[in-house]
């Protein structure tokens, strides 16, 4: 079992930037790759960013790409999300998740899942 705890999540004008944090329990988590997500009001929950257990592999959506960047320490159980050039259409709750059920890390099919931090941008 994983459990996911995420934080960092506030409020900020556009333009600025926000780290966040996702730390982990469970002695299995080297071993997973782990996901950000995010879901804005209304809408679907949809894919942000992905990293292999080694962190030799990330993927981002193309919304974010060059923007965000994901980013995890082992040693310490903790993957994050550093955004920059944050925009008003990245308000949203942002959650992180271990473990992909399938090959499709983009896909929120994933095994365990934080409670969610609130981001919101100002314009």
């Known amino acids: 079992q994983v459990q996911l705890v995420g934080s960092g999540g506030g409020l900020v004008q556009a333009g600025g930037s926000l780290t966040l944090s996702c730390a982990a329990s469970g002695r299995t988590f080297i071993s997973y790759p782990m996901g950000w997500f995010r879901q804005a009001p209304g809408k679907e929950r949809e894919f942000v960013a992905a990293m292999s257990w080694s962190g030799s592999y990330t993927y981002y959506a193309d919304s974010v790409k060059g923007r965000f960047t994901i980013s995890r320490d082992n040693a310490k159980n903790t993957v994050y999300l550093q955004m920059n050039s944050l925009s008003p259409e990245d308000t949203a709750v942002y959650y992180c998740?271990?473990?992909?059920?399938?090959?499709?890390?983009?896909?929120?099919?994933?095994?365990?899942w934080g409670q969610g931090t609130q981001v919101t941008v100002s314009s």
């Open positions: 998740a271990a473990a992909p059920r399938s090959g499709a890390w983009t896909t929120p099919n994933y095994d365990y």
